[in-house]
Nanobody
Framework: QVQLVESGGGLVQPGGSLRLSCAAS????????MGWYRQAPGKQRELVAV???????TYTDSVRGRFTISRDNGKNTVYLQMNSLKPEDTAVYYC????????WGQGTQVTVSS
């Protein structure tokens, strides 16, 4: 079993920044792909960004250039730096570990509003 714990969400004004963190409970984190997803009210969960164990990153079009995914394997932690936030970025953000059948964090709320 692996537990993922997200933190860093909150309320921010448009144009602001937040950094999300996701800490894994086991060291196997370092050899697997990690991702951030989000789900807005009334919408399906969507992929935001992915980072492989080799550090290769992929972003959905709507966040490319504004968000940055990174990982610290020594700390079993993946980050999502979110800049130039927009109201449409408002959602619950989940981290995902691509291991076995997959593991999800509990989610952290991000609200972008003036």
């Amino acid at each position: 079993q692996v537990q993922l714990v997200e933190s860093g969400g909150g309320l921010v004004q448009p144009g602001g920044s937040l950094r999300l963190s996701c800490a894994a409970s086991r060291s196997i984190f370092s050899i697997h792909t990690m991702g951030w997803y989000r789900q807005a009210p009334g919408k399906q969960r969507e992929l935001v960004a992915v980072i492989t164990n080799g550090g290769r990153t992929t972003y959905t079009d709507s966040v490319r250039g504004r968000f940055t995914i990174s990982r610290d394997n020594g700390k079993n932690t993946v980050y999502l730096q979110m800049n130039s936030l927009k109201p449409e970025d408002t959602a619950v953000y989940y981290c995902y570990l691509n291991f076995q059948s997959g593991y999800w964090g509990q989610g952290t709320q991000v609200t972008v509003s003036s």
